[in-house]
């Protein structure tokens, strides 16, 4: 089986790393994005600093909104496991990515065990247009809903429990205030996915409102899993989150700058390295050359290369960020293959750009 | 290889050996002089001092809350220099990578990470293990989960509460064992905001004392070398003096080692109700052998506090600079982390004043441990001034004057004369370590020992000589000249591997599917799951 490509036509992967190693020395510009586990990111962020390149993952919108929350605010929040032992009240903040829904629908099935009411009541927080999530099987969610969007509903939500006026009362608004009123550990499940940053501090401000005399908090349900392990990883290397660049020698975070994707469209990038084995690469156009690490058993469309990788847990182990567990966890190979890890071929590559330093993953 | 260390000033206060001579190392270890040997390589020592690599037995550098203070701050630690060009990644304002490479300019080779939530334990390791050159180590936090709170609770055996601690330490890859406000995190989900060492965890009906103590007995009877690691309650509360002596009273003759001894030694005398308790304490810790302690210290400057007392950092909110803040509920502890800035204002100067107390009145240097608690007295790189501080009353004095007259007023330091000596300095930062971790390979300069050795140029301005050493050999390499990282190599964490205890992990299968709904493998990892090269390294309980 075929698993590099240069241009359309079959060769060594050795040969397409080599060829990878030369168009990525030769870029002025290259951008980079992934969507891969713990050891592909380590291994793409040290290829970023050796070529100056900036990185960001598929899924940068939703993570950078999460991201800039933390950088921008802070945040209450609390472990998965707590909330499924814990959680009296779970109000749904917006739309929640399908990855984490049946995290959700098992908050349904089950009651807090260590709640002394041994019971567990249900709320959404949204628009009118806001769908009933089905998710929660024959549980019902009680919806709460203003004018002015996920926002302004959380604003109304929060000036109501204040006794401030609104313009426009929130849905059931009693309801909620009722069971905010008894709850002993309420939480909130959000993600940058379904949320505006604008939201997200509204989310928080009602949360550190309710804390100043019981207890709630908010389950972060990331935009991408793999997405907020790139996120724990690129922080503990170079002290940011993705949307990070190398351009000057050191790690500099911009979340404007280095989106990949605006950098791509607006014509500054002039090369793109693309690794992901769960999604096909957008279209180039502006003349910005591809190099694709994907799987796949055909030269990716428009690439100037293209090399074959093995997908997370399925064709190799892997360490991953796990919603559910609200941390990193190894997870086994589920269908071994010989195709290689990210990690190993972004390595590869690397090794063929002479540099002084040792590659530090 | 065969490496001849000539000319150098000896200081190994474990071997009695001090002044002139050579240090003779092949590959990994330090050996005897080799009769008629010719070295490979000599190293000119002379005018240098030579001591074993420094250890670090309370430094937050990595795992969930280090790294989320990391994302918390990115303004903070903005890189501004292009790379060195042997050390990747090491210029970033505050990575794993430059973690280690600072630390080892500085003449450390062994760092402990003093704080892993058990849940999060592959986070931790693959974090440290991005931390080049230095080993490390970490202690597993345990004394807020529910699964101990309960065992206490329902009154289980000693030995089945033994099992799930031998189970922790070993499946998490930890040194020992850390408990944090033991209680208060559990109590402050059930919306409690102080927590005393004889309070009860409400709906487990245990006390934080009793938790001590159990978390105390099962350490010292599976025979972990380092003795229980205890985060007292009512950190950094007026008062909180009198909880640290009931802690170190409740000690009752069996080791036990107290954090940052310094955020506790607060009194509340004086027209602010704040005052030092450090004099006190420290006759006590003087006539109570078998407590350990270490400082804390504070030093001026922005920093970041980060904890796994989760209750207290909720409390300190108010005080964030810059205003923003992360609490975190966690499965066990969680953590909170407030950036903040030390002003030499009042209680700034209280605070740097009563940690040097502290290090000068506590006589003994084999149980008083040099830190600032990383970072949340002061960041790791504050220790060559800190040193300096320890070593020169000039230094003090001139530091005191820039403070608040009125916290000094208030303070025994400045009619304190003692200096430490370099054998002191040796014992505190290299010696003890060593034996307090069990770590019997290192600590010291005798045939046998892991070839861990900062050489440091003598020069009259402390801070500098201990700031870049001239030579720093990690197993055998020569890693630091100049100050500058000369050889880029890894590191390994050290961990005990007591067995595990088949009964317990078929409990702990059983609790986890039917409390989380999780199989037990979501907490568990391979080594290969790391993906280093031998990234432990195991150390024998005592028998
Ligand atoms: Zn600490």
Redesign the interface.
């Known amino acids: 089986m075929a698993v590099a490509w240069i241009g359309n036509r079959e060769t060594l992967v050795e040969h397409a790393c080599e060829q990878a190693a030369m168009l990525l020395q030769s870029s002025r510009c290259p951008v980079i994005s992934f969507d891969t586990d713990i050891h592909g990111t380590r291994a793409a962020i040290a290829l970023a600093e050796r070529v100056g390149a900036a990185y960001d993952h598929v899924e940068g919108a939703g993570l950078s909104r999460e991201t800039a929350l933390f950088t921008d605010k802070g945040a209450m929040i609390v472990a998965p496991g707590e909330v499924r032992r814990r959680a009296d009240v779970v109000a749904i903040v917006g739309e929640l990515p399908a990855v984490h829904h049946s995290f959700v629908a098992e908050l349904a099935d089950t009651v807090p065990d260590l709640s002394a009411t041994n019971a567990r009541e249900f709320f959404l927080i949204g628009d009118e247009g806001t769908k009933v999530s089905t998710f929660l099987g024959s549980r019902k969610a009680t919806p709460l809903s203003s004018d002015g969007g996920l926002s302004g509903t959380l604003a109304a939500l929060r000036a109501q429990r204040a006794g401030r006026r609104v313009s426009k009362q929130v849905s059931n608004f009693d309801d909620f205030a009722r069971a905010l009123g008894t709850a002993k550990f309420p939480v909130f499940l959000f993600s940058g996915h379904g949320a505006d940053g604008l939201a997200l501090e509204m989310l928080q401000g009602l949360i550190a409102d309710i804390n100043r005399k019981s207890r709630a908090s908010a389950l972060h349900l990331p935009a991408s899993e793999s997405g907020w392990g790139s996120v724990l990883a690129s922080t503990w290397m170079t002290g940011f989150a993705p949307r990070t660049g190398f351009a000057r020698g050191f790690p500099e975070y911009d979340p404007w700058r280095f989106d990949v994707e605006r950098a791509l469209a607006s014509g500054e990038a002039d090369l793109h390295l693309w690794i992901s084995a769960g999604s096909a690469p957008p279209a180039e156009d502006n003349g910005v050359k591809l190099i694709a690490l994907a799987k796949t058993a055909e030269p990716v469309a428009g690439a100037e290369i293209t090399i074959a990788i093995g997908e997370v847990g399925v064709d190799h182990e892997a360490v991953v960020y796990s919603g559910r567990t609200g941390t990193l966890a190894a997870i086994k190979a589920q269908g071994a293959s010989e195709l290689p890890s990210a990690a190993a071929v972004i390595r590869l590559v690397a090794d063929k750009i002479p540099a002084e330093a040792a590659l530090p993953c | 290889m065969l490496t001849k260390i000539a000319g150098g000033e000896i200081i190994d206060p474990v071997n009695g050996r001090f002044g002139k001579g050579d240090l003779w190392i092949r590959d990994e270890q330090i050996v005897e002089p080799p009769a008629g040997g010719d070295a490979d390589r000599t190293i000119d020592a002379s005018g240098c001092f030579v001591m074993a690599g420094a250890i670090d037995i309370h430094s937050h550098i990595?795992g969930?809350n280090?790294?989320?203070a990391?994302?918390?701050?990115?303004e903070q630690?903005?890189?501004?220099?292009?790379?060195?060009?042997?050390?990747?990644?090491s210029?970033?304002?505050?990575?794993?990578?430059e973690t280690g490479c600072l630390y080892a300019k500085m003449g450390f080779t062994t760092v402990v990470e003093p704080a892993m939530s058990p849940?999060?334990a592959?986070?931790t390791h693959?974090?440290l293990a991005?931390i080049?050159i230095i080993d490390k180590a970490t202690l597993a936090i345990l004394g807020n989960d529910?699964f101990l709170l309960s065992m206490i609770r329902d009154s289980s055996s000693q030995q089945m509460i033994e099992d799930y601690v031998a189970w922790t330490v070993g499946s998490t890859r930890a040194l020992g064992v850390k408990v944090i406000n033991a209680g208060a995190a559990a109590a402050?989900?059930?919306?409690v905001r102080t927590f005393a060492l004889d309070d009860v965890v409400p709906?487990y009906g245990v006390s934080s004392r009793k938790i001590v103590k159990t978390l105390q007995a099962a350490v010292d009877r599976l025979g972990i070398p380092h003795p229980l690691h205890v985060h007292c309650n009512n950190l950094g509360a007026p008062g909180a003096a009198d909880t640290a002596a009931a802690t170190i009273s409740a000690s009752e003759g069996v080791p036990l080692h107290l954090a940052h001894l310094q955020f506790y030694s607060y009194g509340t005398e004086g027209k602010r109700k704040f005052s030092s308790a450090a004099a006190r304490l420290a006759e006590l810790i003087n006539t109570t052998p078998q407590v350990t302690i270490d400082i804390g210290q504070v030093m001026f400057g922005q920093t970041v506090t980060i904890s796994s007392d989760v209750m207290r950092q909720?409390s300190a909110r108010g005080s964030a600079s810059p205003k923003?803040?992360?609490?975190?509920?966690?499965?066990g502890n969680?953590g909170g982390?407030v950036p903040y800035r030390y002003r030499q204002d009042f209680y700034g100067t209280m605070q740097w004043a009563i940690g040097l107390e502290l290090f000068l009145l506590i006589d003994d240097p084999w149980r008083v441990f040099f830190t600032t608690d990383h970072p949340n007295g002061a960041p790791f790189t504050a220790y060559p001034a800190l040193f300096e501080l320890l070593m020169s009353r000039d230094a003090r004095d001139e530091m005191s004057a820039g403070g608040s007259n009125g916290a000094m007023a208030l303070s025994t330091l400045s009619s304190i004369a003692r200096e430490y000596t370099l054998e002191e300095i040796a014992v505190m930062t290299r010696a003890a370590p060593a034996k307090l971790l069990g770590l019997d390979d290192r600590g010291h300069l005798g045939p046998g020992a892991l070839a861990d050795i900062s050489i440091y140029r003598k020069g009259k301005d402390i801070a500098k000589m201990f700031g870049a050493a001239a030579f720093v050999f990690k197993n055998g390499d020569l890693v630091v000249k100049d100050g500058e990282i000369s050889h880029?190599r890894w590191g390994r964490a050290l961990r005990l591997n007591p067995p595990p205890d088949k009964a317990m992990v078929r409990r702990l299968r059983e609790y986890h599917e039917r409390?989380?709904?999780?199989s037990l493998d979501?907490?568990?990892?391979?080594d290969?799951?790391v993906?280093r090269e031998q990234p432990f390294g195991e150390v024998a309980c005592r028998s």
């Not at chain 2, 402050?188 to 919306?191: G, R, S, Y």
């Not at chain 2, 923003?324 to 499965?331: E, L, M, P, S």
């Not at chain 2, 979501?522 to 391979?526: L, R, S, V």
């Open positions: 990595g969930g280090v790294n989320t990391r994302l918390l701050l990115p630690h903005a890189a501004h220099m292009a790379r060195p060009a042997a050390t990747p990644l210029n970033a304002g505050w990575s794993t990578f849940g999060a592959l986070h693959l974090e991005d080049p529910d402050f989900k059930e919306n709906t909720f923003k803040t992360v609490i975190h509920d966690g499965d969680g982390i880029y409390r989380y709904g999780l979501w907490f568990t990892f391979p290969s799951a993906a």
